[in-house]
Each structure stands twice: as C-alpha cells, then as structure tokens.
C-alpha cells in the first residue's frame, strides 16, 4: 500500500547531502525546493514586468540604469524594442503562471502541508514526487533561460495564438519547456490524489479534510484533466513549427508579403479551444489553493469553526466540475460561432454561483469571533475584499455583451490580477507566514510582516485599481507604445501611476525577502503549535522529522474545533482522544 | 502453481480461458473491419461501421484485459468522469462545424489526392465526415 | 504494507497505490488523445475533402500491426495471470514474447514511415498526413514508453527480493493496464486513419 | 479629437447604447455589492476583535436528527441568501439583456442584399486594407500569388469585378445612418478590429471570414485599432474611420473610383514599416 515508506525509511538518516536536499524523496524537501524554486520564478517575473512598465508609462525612454545592459537588437540604446516588450509580456504570464503561483500554491504547500495535514508519513509515490520536481527545474530553467538562447523568448503572448505563435521566433523552446512542466504538473496531481486517497490517517474521513487539503484535491483533478489537452495542442503547434506540418495554419497565408509555403487545412481557432480548455481551469488551479490556505488561518485565527465548512468542500468540487466547461468566455469575440457563446454564457454564470458561496462562507466565519490580528490573518483578511474586487469584475468580462467592448482592453489584466495578485499571492504570503513556524521551527518577525503587509497590498491596489479606467476608456492589453493609439492617451498618466507602485510593491518585498531569510537562521524560536492551531501537521515537531510523525495519530473529530464548550482551552486538535 | 481451492475461488484470479476467447475475437473484428473496408461503402455508413467495430474491439480489451469488468465499482465511475469531460471537446468539434458555412478559404487536401475524387463532388461529400 | 493504512482500512480506498495512480494517468492520457481526435475530426470537418485511408496507406501492413498489438496485449495479460501465480518462469517468457512483439510495432511501422518518406510524403505533405505523422508518431513514443517500463520488469524479475515485494504484482498490473491502452489507441487509429 | 476621456468614449453606432447601458447596470451593481459586503466586513473587523475575556461565540451546529434538514442548516442556508440574490440578478441579466443584444449584433449580420454599403477589411501585419466593391457591387477575385506591396490584397485586375474594386490602406469611410455590413478577413495572424467609439470588436482569423454589420450615428473621425497581439509592431496597427454623410461619402467614393486603375500608392502595406 505504501511503498513510500519502504523507500524512504529504507536508507534512514546516513544519506549523502545529495540524497538528502538536492535528489530528496522526502515531501518536505521537495515542498521547499518547490518553495525556493517558485519565489525564484516569483521574482523573476516581476523583474520582467517591472522593464514592461516602464516602457508602458513612458514609451521610447532609455530603460534608466539597466537598458544599456541589454544587447543592442533587444534594447537599442537602452530603449525596449518591440520583440523584446512582446517576448517580455509572454514570459512574464508564463513565469507568473506556470513556474510561480501554479507550483507555489499546488506543489510547495501541497508538498509540504497536505501529507502532514492528512497525518500521513510521506507521499505515496516519493520517487515519482522527486522526478516530477526535477522535471520542473529544467523545464522552468529552459523557459527562463530562452532568453539567452538565439531566437529569444517567445513572443506571442502567454496565450501563444497561432499562426502568430508558429512563424514567430523563439517559441519552440517555450513548447519543449511546456512539454517538460506539463509532464511534472501531471505527475505532481497523481501523487496529491493517490496521496489523499490511500494515506490518511484512522479516522481521517474525507469530510475531516481540512479545507486547503480539498482545494489541493479539486487543483489535481483540474490539471490532470485539463493540463493533457494543451499538452496535445503543444505538441501539434510544436509540428507546425518543426515539421511544417499545417494543423493551425489555413490555406494560402501570406505573411509580410510572402505567401506561406505550407499545405494549409489547418484551424487558427482550434488552438485557442484547447488552449483555454486548460488555461481556464488553470484560473482556478491558482486560485483554489489560495482560498484554502485563507480558510486554514480564518478559521486558526478567528478562534471558531469556519461558517459551512459542507458548503465550501461542495462549492470547491462544482467548481472544479464546471471549470472545465467555462473555457469558452474567453473567446466571445474570437470569431468563434456565436451560438456557442450564449452556452458558454450560462455556464460562467452558474460558476459564479459557487465562487460566491465560497466568499460568503468566509465573511461569515467572522462574526461571533474572536479575531486575533496575527499577521497571516492580515494577508488572509485582505484577501476577501480584493479577491472580491476579482471576482466582480469577472462579470461583465464573462457575459457576451459587454465583453464586446471590454475584452482584450486593461480591463481584463485589471480583473485577473485582482484575482491571481491580490487574491493568490496575498493568500500564499499569508500561507509563508502561516507555515514558517512549521517549516524551520522558527517564527518571522511580526513587525517586518506588518510592514510587508500593509505596503504591498497598498502598492498592489495603487497598480491594478489604475487599470479598471483605462480598459473602460478602451486602452487595449499588450501594446509596446500605448500611445500610439489615439485612444489611449488621455489616460496614459494612469500608466505612470500603475508603473510607480510596481517599484514600490517591488520596495516592499524587500522587507519580506530579509525576514525570511534572516529568520529561517535568527529568528524567534517556536514550539510545535504556536498558533494553538487544531490540524494534524501542528502535531508533529517544528520541522517534522523525516516521516512526520513519532507515532501515527489517530483523528477524532472535525478539522476546526476550536472554543469548544466545556474545555480549558479554545482549540481541540482533531488528535486528541476525548 | 495454485491449484488449491482457495486460488480456484479467488475473483481476481486471472481467467487464460476468457482472455484466449477475447484474443479470438479480437483478430476476428480486425479482419473484419478491414474486410468492410473492402466493400467501398459510401462514407457514412463505412464510419459508422468502423467506429462501431473499433469501439466493440475497444470495450472488450478494457473489459477483460484491462479487468474493468468486476473491477471495484469506483475505477468505473473515475472513468465515467473523464469520459464526461473528455466528451466536453465536442464544443471545438461543434465550433468547428459552425464555422465552416461561413469561410471562404475552405481548405482543400484533395490538392494532394487528386485520385480520390473528393474534389469532383465535395458538396456531396460534407456530411459524409460527419460523424 | 504499513500500520497506517493497514490499522484502519476505512481512510484508504482500498485500492492500491499503483493501480490508482496507473488509472489516473490513463484518465490524463485519454484527454491527451482525445485532444488528438477532436484534432483529427476538426480538421476532417473543415476539410473540402479527405482521402480514404486505404488509398494513401498501407493497409496490409496496418493490419498486421493491428494483430501485433493486439497479441502483446494478449501475452502482457498472460505475463500477469503467471506473475499471479508466482511463476517466475512463465512470466519472464511471456514478457519477453511482448517485448519482442512491441520491437515488431515499431520495425512494421519503421517500414512504413520510410516507405512514405521515400516517396517524399511527409507531414507537411497535407493535413491528412499532418494527422497521421502525429497521431501515429505519437502512439508510437508511448510504445517505446511501455517497452522501457516492461523491460525494466523483466529486468527486475531476475532479481530474487522481488517477488518477495507484494508490490511487484501490482507493477506488472499496472504496465499491463498501460499497454493495453496504447493498444485500444491503436484500435481507433487504425480504422480512423487506414480504413475511413 | 475630443472622443475620448476617462470614461467610455463617445457612442457613435446604433448598439453603442446598448453596450454601454451593461455596463454601467453592470458597475452599479457590482460597486452596490462591494459596498454593502465593505460595511458589513468592516463592521465584523471591529466588533469581533479579540477581546480580554470575551471568547468566540460558536455557531449553533445541530447535528441531532430532529429538526430536518432545513433547521438544521438554517443558519449556513441563510447565509446563502445573498448569492440567490446574485444568481437572480444574473440570471435576469442573461434572459432579458445578453442574450437578445448579442443576438441583435453578433448572430444576425444583415444579407448582403439588405445592406446598404458592404466593404471587405483584410488585417494584414500591420495594416488594415479596405476593399469596395466599386459600382458594380461585387467584390472582385482576389490571388494569394499576386500579393506585392503594391497590391496587398493580390486583386487580380483582369477580372473585371476586381478591375472596378476600390481599394484604401488604413481607412474606413462609412455613410451616417446606414447599415454596413464588414467583412472581416485576415491574411496573416489573428488581429482584432476595434473601433472603441463603435463598442465594436471582432476578431480577424486567417481562413474565415467574418461578417459583421454597424450603423454609424455620428459624423465624425474615430479610431480602428488592432486589439489583438499581432507582432511587434501591434500597437502602431491603426486606422482611420471616417463618418460622414451619405453625400460626403458617396463623394469620396467616386474621387476614389477616379483614382483606378492607378496602384494603390505607397500608402499601402505598411502601418509605419
């Protein structure tokens, strides 16, 4: 049943450094290779979009300090080329998406915390949860990498539309590292699933879960099923590219005056269904984990049962269900037939249902508490009401009419870096903050956090909130010189805006990045359950010894039983006998 | 090797009988399918036979071989599942069929199949791809 | 086994680890090829017209792959009604008959992909071709897949401790749901691609 | 140009009002929401902090069998009041706005027949080449082999429907008050035709061709922008629109027609390449 712990166990603690941090079986060192890894790629993409924002708010500017270190067909005189701005874009939603929030959020605290929350020793499949991080890393290092190769980095947007896509220079190396991470993301949910299947501790039921072990559930299921389509697709625009076949090529294409020498046949809009029939259950990939990690600290911090912890699990399993037949509002004006899109319509409208559901359990599971201001709950706390900007914004973009006007304008970045900034990443910084303790046996420093806190969600807002005009206004996504459209330029000063908080949101994980470093060596040392928390991974020490528990434990009662009539204490861990 | 009682009542244990018999008429269905084929039946019907063979050929390896049948009921339903959502690309495949009317540049393979006749008579033969 | 799952049943599915993380991947593998028909189907619809497979391909040689698989999937099956019996020998000889037998797949369709090359047809001859250059490339990385993994059983059979490992029976039913699935792909390719 | 501002720019075409009435219903909604889900969080940040001595109060959970279900998840039910309230509101949403309006603008594009002005946009990397029938209304044949920089569209001139087509890089010119009918096609990539004072956007796929009808309200220039990544040079893929009176427009079209069959200029081909 468990080979895991054959193999783990087997070589006991005499390992070689190799064995033990770099080529690790263990779950926790993957969880934080994982960790490292993802706040690498975290880092990375910024950087990208702190060059793209400048040469947003002003255009043909010498990149200041910087721009000369660029060679000169990227950036001539230290001023972004069009190539350069497009391969930009295209590796920061990429990076942002695949190599930061996606592994963050699903492998390094699914990692980490799900076999400790279920009570389980280790993964079920510990080799093929190494493999599938050492298929990450050079899948993320070849897409980073692109860079530096001849052809560049891609450039035709993350969404990679051909035929843009398949005559555009530099994206073949961006399909052979999607093939890489693809192939590890899928390993990775196998694991989770077989995990949370066969390796939960007695008396762990499926309805005993923790919240954020359920949304690591639905994530899997929604990149095993979905994540194989784009695989598909990658590999036929990778023939396209390659073999010249013509899957997403038409007939007689004539590109920059010269005609196309393919067979032609193929279907430009095939590519973006099954493009979306991943990227839209993706959405909720990033989001679900997220959601998870905020309902552990509300429900830790609040000191009280979260408010309908049925509904959440119910409302996290149809919305992995519906999110796989939702893809399609993101081709409303794709020129794809337009009957199709009213169906598309009633689908996004019943996802909306959950998701509110999902929000409104939240809200509630503060009234009648006794909110302790801890600095995860900060993060999980500002997480609801800037998620929630997300999420209402989502509906004018998902019903047929208005999307019209509003599609691929900034009203669309502004709507889904609501959710996926101020919703996912403000929720995995909680989770850092959350689980520190766990993971090094050793606490961040509160002050530095509050500081963290504070300037990042002020400097995330000051970004984002800018972007909601300017797409109202008409000001399209993904221009190298806004102003070279009449229509953009009235709110042009709004970029400037937008561009002087990225360096300010940029300022502030100053502070995040030394307190957790420093901490992870200097910082307050901690017991195992500093939170007083209830879930299974505060029962094992600070940081767990290689598998997990000293003795396995046996689950009594519901995840959140916390001020519970009659006890001394206001948290009842699910471990503890009667 | 098991030729205990205990082994003979064993649910699980694999059937080399059942699996000889499928193999039989696996080889049987893919003669006959490529005997169908010989028949030159106009489109539809030769798809609709093909499709039908294959998808008994299909159920019959995962049935027997891959023990689907009597396998605990909730592998089945996993599949279910997938299956609904696999069935889910049947959007793209209407798109596409929408769409068709509607472009002008419609894409012409029988460039390279001269032979086959298609071009002579493509009218006739757009419903026969439906499938 | 371990005490955790073993304790108290009730929290594990009571299926095994490979055989559910086997199936999940043949879930993630059928939306792979389902992906690849919707392909196929999208691009036959929109086609003005699209030739009979008998008229672009080799049918006699399509068929003899066909029963070719069809046989591994038999000896696979009869690979894992010996390992169930615990008999090692009946197990290395029907493995190596699949091995040998998925080593014909590929020199039949070597032939095939050469015969085609030389008459200077390739993928980007016309979709149809597009279609089947992949689908059919594709199928076969997933054989070389199955002969590593089956040969990395056979392998293991010759090592003593592992039929000592319950765990070994569930691997070989594991790489035999795996072939098997390759092998109903192949059942749709052909007709798809040969036949129609 | 004063068609812009920091809200939506001017309406300028018959269905802009509708669009536009989505959206603001949209946003009032939605800033109403915000705002009374805002006060209530607030209000529960305030009067549940921690306190000494004051525990948290537990929610009643009935787990007992009596009571039914419906009592016993009264309280988690009631709480889902506010998401039936969104859903009706969706739900009205869907029946009585979206779906007529995108049926009005989206899945009836009017019969050539029926169309008081029909003219072909080809999106090209990174220009737009607009085509008119000429007098004869019919839009000429047109070879992929006979595409040069002087002639875009590779029009082939001996055909005598093509000979008489009137052909303008980079501008549109539609009579007021009249339904026209576009087609949209794409030689290359997929590019987006958006004119944001027409609330209209569609987007150009290589091997389709997409019809698409407006009727201009408004004399006037605007702006016909590419909202889909095209290349590098996507942001300066830009056109005029020119709004003018049936005359004015009728005009421009013989000036044009005068012009033939002179090569389309150097105007052509090139958006600033």
């Not at chain 1, 969600?457 to 000001?475: D, E, K, N, S």
Request: charged share 10%; glycine share 8%; proline share 7%.
């Amino acid at each position: 049943m468990s080979q895991s712990h054959a193999d783990s166990h087997g070589h006991g603690h005499a390992q070689s450094f190799l064995r033990r941090y770099v080529f690790s079986v263990d779950h926790k060192v993957i969880g934080l290779q994982y960790l490292f890894a993802s706040m690498f790629f975290l880092l990375s993409g910024f950087a990208l979009m702190m060059l793209m924002r400048w040469q947003l708010a002003f255009p043909g500017q010498a990149i200041p300090f910087f721009g000369r270190l660029f060679p000169a067909d990227l950036a001539p005189n230290g001023v972004m080329s069009g190539e350069f701005y497009n391969a930009l874009g295209a590796m920061h939603g990429t990076i942002m998406i695949f190599l930061g929030i996606v592994p963050m959020g699903v492998a390094a605290f699914g990692n980490y915390v799900l076999p400790l929350q279920i009570g389980a020793p280790d993964m079920a499949f510990p080799r093929l949860n190494m493999a599938s991080f050492w298929l990450f890393l050079p899948g993320g290092a070849l897409m980073l990498g692109s860079f530096f190769l001849p052809g560049g980095a891609a450039q035709s947007g993350w969404t990679s539309y051909p035929p843009l896509s398949v005559i555009n220079p530099g994206q073949t190396v961006w399909l052979l590292a999607m093939v890489l991470l693809i192939t590890s993301s899928l390993l990775g949910s196998i694991n989770f699933l077989v995990t949370t299947a066969n390796l939960r501790a007695p008396g762990m039921s499926l309805m005993r879960m923790p919240v954020f072990v359920w949304g690591e559930v639905v994530a899997s299921v929604l990149l095993l099923l979905a994540f194989p389509p784009l695989e598909g697709a990658a590999i036929l625009q990778l023939m396209d590219r390659v073999a010249h076949t013509s899957f997403y090529m038409p007939k007689d294409l004539v590109i920059l005056g010269s005609h196309y020498a393919g067979s032609g046949g193929g279907q430009p809009l095939l590519w973006q269904h099954l493009f979306w029939f991943l990227a839209h259950p993706e959405v909720y990939v990033l989001v679900l984990p997220p959601m998870g990690i905020v309902a552990e600290i509300i429900a830790n911090n609040t000191r009280k049962p979260l408010h309908g912890y049925t509904t959440m699990v119910l409302s996290m399993l149809s919305i992995g269900v519906m999110s796989l037949i939702v893809w399609a509002h993101h081709m409303f004006i794709s020129g794809m037939s337009p009957a199709l899109s009213n169906f598309f319509l009633v689908t996004t409208m019943i996802i909306s249902v959950p998701s509110v559901a999902l929000m409104t359990c939240l809200v509630f599971s503060l009234k009648g508490a006794s909110i302790r201001y801890s600095v995860p709950m900060l993060f999980a706390l500002g997480f609801i009401p800037l998620f929630a900007i997300g999420g209402l914004t989502g509906l004018p973009l998902g019903l047929t009419v208005t999307d019209i006007y509003l599609h691929d304008t900034y009203y669309v970045i502004g709507h889904f870096h609501f959710v996926v900034v101020t919703g996912s990443v403000i929720a995995l910084f909680g989770g850092v903050y959350h689980w520190f303790p766990k993971w090094f046996g050793r606490k961040m420093n509160d002050t530095l956090g509050q500081i963290h806190f504070w300037g990042s969600v002020i400097c995330m807002v000051g970004i984002f909130l800018p972007m909601l005009p300017m797409g109202l206004a008409g000001a399209s996504r993904r221009l190298y010189d806004p102003t070279a459209q009449m229509h953009n330029l009235i709110v042009q000063p709004l970029n400037v805006v937008s561009t002087m908080f990225t360096y300010g949101l940029a300022l502030f994980q100053i502070p995040f990045l030394w307190n957790f470093f420093h901490s992870i060596f200097r910082g307050e040392k901690t017991v195992e359950n500093p939170w007083q928390a209830t879930t299974l991974e505060w029962a094992c020490p600070s940081p767990p010894p290689h598998g997990n528990f000293e003795k396995t434990p046996r689950v009594y009662r519901d995840p959140y039983e916390y001020s519970a009539p009659g006890r001394k204490t206001d948290y009842w861990p699910q471990n503890e006998p009667a | 090797m098991s030729n205990t009682p205990d082994a003979a009542r064993d649910p699980h244990r694999p059937n080399v009988k059942l699996y000889m018999a499928v193999f039989g008429a696996l080889l049987c269905l893919t003669l006959l399918t490529v005997a169908v084929s010989k028949l030159h039946l106009p489109r539809p019907q030769a798809i609709a036979v093909g499709l039908l063979i294959a998808a008994v050929k299909a159920s019959l390896v995962a049935a027997i071989f891959m023990h689907l049948w009597g396998e605990d009921g909730r592998i089945p339903r996993i599949l279910a599942a997938v299956v609904f959502f696999a069935a889910m690309m049947i959007f793209p495949i209407l798109d596409g069929a929408f769409l068709v009317p509607s472009a002008t540049s419609r894409v012409a393979v029988a460039d390279q199949h001269p032979d086959e006749g298609g071009a002579a008579a493509p009218a006739a033969e757009k419903p026969a791809e439906v499938k | 086994m371990n005490a955790t799952t073993a304790a108290v049943p009730q929290t594990s599915s009571g299926i095994s680890n490979a055989k559910l993380g086997v199936w999940l991947f043949l879930a993630s593998e059928i939306m792979l090829f389902s992906t690849l028909f919707t392909t196929y189907i999208v691009l036959r619809l929109s086609a003005t017209s699209w030739p009979w497979g008998w008229t672009a391909l080799n049918v006699p040689l399509g068929t003899l792959n066909t029963a070719i698989l069809i046989t591994s999937s038999v000896t696979i099956v009869m690979a894992y009604a010996r390992a169930y019996d615990r008999d090692v020998a009946g197990f290395r000889k029907w493995m190596a008959l699949t091995l040998a037998l998925s080593a014909c797949f590929l020199v039949v369709k070597a032939f095939e992909y050469g015969h085609e090359f030389s008459l200077g047809i390739g993928p980007s001859t016309s979709v149809f071709y597009a279609v089947y250059f992949t689908m059919t490339g594709l199928h076969g990385l997933h054989i070389v897949g199955g002969i590593i993994v089956n040969s990395g059983l056979l392998y293991m059979s010759y090592r003593k401790d592992c039929w000592e490992d319950p765990l070994f029976l569930g691997r070989v039913e594991g790489a035999g749901l795996y072939w098997h699935f390759v092998d109903i792909v192949w059942i749709f390719l052909f007709p798809a691609l040969y036949l129609l | 140009m004063n068609n812009y501002g920091w809200g939506l720019p001017i309406r300028a075409s018959s269905f802009a009002g509708q669009i536009d009435f989505g959206i603001l219903l949209i946003h009032a909604a939605m800033a109403l929401i915000f705002v009374l889900w805002g006060v209530f969080f607030a209000y529960l940040l305030v009067r549940y902090r921690r306190r000494a001595g004051t525990p948290a109060q537990r929610e009643e959970h009935h787990a007992s069998s009596q009571g039914g279900f419906w009592a016993n998840n009264a309280g988690e039910l009631k709480s889902l009041m506010p998401d039936v309230l969104v859903m009706l509101f969706e739900i009205a949403l869907i029946v009585f706005y979206a779906f007529p309006v995108w049926r009005s603008i989206k899945m009836s594009p009017p019969d050539p027949k029926d169309a008081d002005v029909v003219v072909e946009v080809t999106a090209e990397q990174f220009a737009w080449d607009v085509r008119y029938p000429g007098p004869d209304g019919k839009f000429g044949r047109a070879k992929p082999e006979l595409v040069h920089f002087s002639n875009p569209l590779g029009l082939d001139r001996t055909d005598p429907a093509a000979a008489d087509d009137i052909f303008v890089a980079n501008e549109l010119h539609l009579p007021v008050g009249k339904k026209t009918l576009i087609r949209l096609r794409s030689k290359d990539v997929v590019h987006d035709f958006f004119v944001p004072e027409f609330r209209l956007k569609q987007d150009a796929v290589p091997g389709l061709e997409i019809p698409m009808w407006v009727v201009p309200t408004r004399i006037g220039h605007y702006e016909l922008a590419c909202a889909q990544l095209c290349g590098f040079g996507h942001s300066l893929m830009r056109g005029d629109v020119y709004v003018e009176s049936p005359e004015d427009f009728q005009k421009w079209l013989a000036s044009r027609a005068a012009l033939k069959p002179a090569p389309p200029s150097a105007s052509n081909n090139s958006g600033g390449f």
